[in-house]
């Protein structure tokens, strides 16, 4: 069964990104029909997710505190 909670702001998720700065982050990659970096991979898909947990976020009042996050390299 799948964990599940409530997100809000007083009980805030949490996403912590541990990502690879290691040489190997260079070699290509291939997705689909395109060849990119891998590190370039990895931004694609963290800056996605940020976009969307912003637009989560986003009311009339301006953005409210949903969530938590942090990028460690």
Known sequence: MPYTAEISRTNQGCFIFLVDQSASMSDPLRVGEVTQQRAEVVSD????LLTELSVKCAKEEGLREYFHVAVIG
Do not use: W
Request: proline letters at 0%; a positive charge.
């Open 45 to 48: 898909a963290i800056n996605r």
